[in-house]
Nanobody, 127 residues
Framework: VQLQACGGGLVQAGGSLRLSCAVS????????MGWFRQAPGKEREFVSA?????????NYADSVKGRFTIYRDNAMSTLYLQMNSLKPEDTAVYYC????????????????????WGQGTLVTVSS
C-alpha cells in the first residue's frame, strides 16, 4: 500500500488549500482514512478522519471544525482535505494515513490506529 500526499504550499491567512492523498494497493474503499499534522517542535496531532466505504462518518479536531472538510473519492482512490479560513497555527506537515481494519461504524482519532502513512506535505500559512 502506498499513500502519496500533495497539495501543500504557502498561503496567506484566510486563504484555502486542498490536500490530496492518492492511495494504491488494496481496494481504497475498504480503508478508514485520516489526516494528521505535525508542526515544528510539536507532536503529531489528529486533524480529521473519515470512515470506509461511503465515508458516512467524519471526525474533526476542535481546532479545525467548521473550517476543514474531509471527503473521499473511491473511484479515484483519493482522499481529500479542503482547508478554508487558514490560520498561521495551521502551519505544519500534513500526513494522510490508512487504517486497514477500520471500525464498522465511526473513525479513529489516534495515530496508532493507522497502518499506512504518506510522506507528508508542507502547509505554511503566513500572517
Amino acid at each position: 500500500v502506498q499513500l502519496q500526499a500533495c497539495g501543500g504550499g504557502l498561503v496567506q491567512a484566510g486563504g484555502s488549500l486542498r490536500l490530496s492523498c492518492a492511495v494504491s494497493g488494496r481496494t481504497f474503499s475498504s480503508y478508514g482514512m485520516g489526516w494528521f499534522r505535525q508542526a515544528p517542535g510539536k507532536e503529531r496531532e489528529f486533524v480529521s478522519a473519515i470512515s470506509r466505504s461511503g465515508g458516512t462518518y467524519t471526525n474533526y479536531a476542535d481546532s479545525v471544525k467548521g473550517r476543514f472538510t474531509i471527503y473521499r473519492d473511491n473511484a479515484m482512490s483519493t482522499l481529500y482535505l479542503q482547508m478554508n479560513s487558514l490560520k498561521p497555527e495551521d502551519t505544519a506537515v500534513y500526513y494522510c494515513a490508512a487504517d486497514d481494519s477500520p471500525p464498522m461504524f465511526g473513525t479513529r482519532r489516534f495515530s496508532s490506529g493507522y497502518d499506512y502513512w504518506g510522506q507528508g506535505t508542507l502547509v505554511t500559512v503566513s500572517s
